[in-house]
């Protein structure tokens, strides 16, 4: 049974950071990619930032690059989002998920960071970033 939740969103100020954490259970690293994604209200997901650990690929969407870090620990199976220097555009629900196909496929390099390629996926976590 794969399960993923995520945590560790809130209020900010601009300027400000967070770190979002994702427990991941019932999948391993090494066959998955990893992902965060957002949905701000009234738009579509998007691909934040997403990790594939059979290559060390890392995708970052252009308005988080520079800003943002995604990283794994492999022993405590968890999926982290560093995110700094947020701005209120960042204000979305994010959420993580795992994806096997495409996405972890490495013949596509960098890292794929479509939602649609992701198919196992946890319940979102509110970041507000106020200005």
């Known amino acids: 049974d794969v399960q993923l939740q995520a945590s560790g969103g809130g209020l900010v100020q601009a300027g400000g950071s967070l770190r979002l954490s994702c427990v991941v259970s019932?999948?391993?690293?090494?066959?998955?990619?990893v992902g965060w994604f957002r949905q701000a209200a009234g738009k579509e997901r998007e691909g934040v930032s997403c990790f594939r650990k059979r290559d060390g690929s890392t995708t970052h969407t252009d308005s988080v690059k520079g800003r943002f870090t995604i990283s794994i620990d492999n022993a405590k199976n968890m999926v982290y989002l560093q995110m700094d220097n947020l701005k209120p555009e960042d204000t979305a629900a994010y959420f993580c998920a795992a994806g096997w196909g495409p996405a972890a496929d490495g013949d596509y390099f960098p890292v794929r960071c479509f939602s649609d390629e992701y198919d196992q996926w946890g319940r979102g976590t509110l970041v507000t970033v106020s200005s």
């Open positions: 019932g999948i391993s690293f090494d066959d998955y990619a």
